[in-house]
């Protein structure tokens, strides 16, 4: 039949079949991509809220780090400051070893002059002169300076014990404990 009809008109026929078979193909592949992008769009729509979700996660997590970071110089700092404060509080004064000498003096010994000084973080021996009313006294207060757990020995020169009364004398004591200069 298709030999019946005029070459004119089976060129138009041609045209419009394969027209008609483009434009079915068209509006199918439009179909499938419509439908694709109605199945896909759920999944697109999820995806990209979870990746905005972790991205302020990660950056709520990376502030944290340099808080935290900041915080633990901070608390490094601190340990310092405290640790310096725990030193400075150990520290053996002047000031409590002239107390400590003045507290074991007697009645009868009396003390005009402590010398004090530091060397190479320790105390270096200290020099205490004064005046005892007799020999009794002066050796009694020795031994109280030995009993003195913070005090290591005492010399104390036989020619302060030359005379009966009124002995003006001259003690050495070597410190035990070391300080922190």
């Known amino acids: 039949m298709i030999n019946l009809i005029p070459p004119s008109a089976k060129k138009s026929i041609k ?3 394969w027209v008609r078979v483009l434009s079915v193909w068209l ?3 439009s179909l499938v991509l419509v439908a694709s992008v109605g199945i896909l769009w759920p999944t697109y729509t999820l995806i990209n809220s979870q990746v905005g979700i972790y ?3 990660a950056n709520d997590v990376s502030k944290q780090v340099s808080d935290y ?3 633990s110089k901070e608390l490094i700092r601190s340990s310092q400051q405290a640790k310096l404060i725990i030193n400075e509080s150990n520290k053996n004064t002047f000031s409590e070893y002239i107390s400590l000498f003045e507290s074991l003096q007697s009645e009868g010994i009396e003390l005009s002059k402590i010398e004090l000084s530091v060397k190479e973080g320790e105390f270096a021996p ?3 002169i004064g005046t005892a009313s007799d020999r009794r006294t002066l050796a009694g207060y020795r031994d109280r300076l030995l009993e003195s757990d913070k005090i290591d020995t005492v010399d104390l020169p ?4 030359a005379q009966d009364k009124e002995i003006k004398f ?3 004591v070597n410190i035990v404990k070391k300080i922190d200069v």
């Open 27 to 29: 509006l199918i592949w």
């Open 69 to 71: 970071k900041v915080i």
């Open 15 to 17: 045209i419009e079949y």
């Open 170 to 172: 001259s003690i050495t």
């Open 55 to 57: 991205e302020q996660s």
């Open 158 to 161: 036989i020619s302060n014990l």
């Open 126 to 128: 200290v020099n205490i």
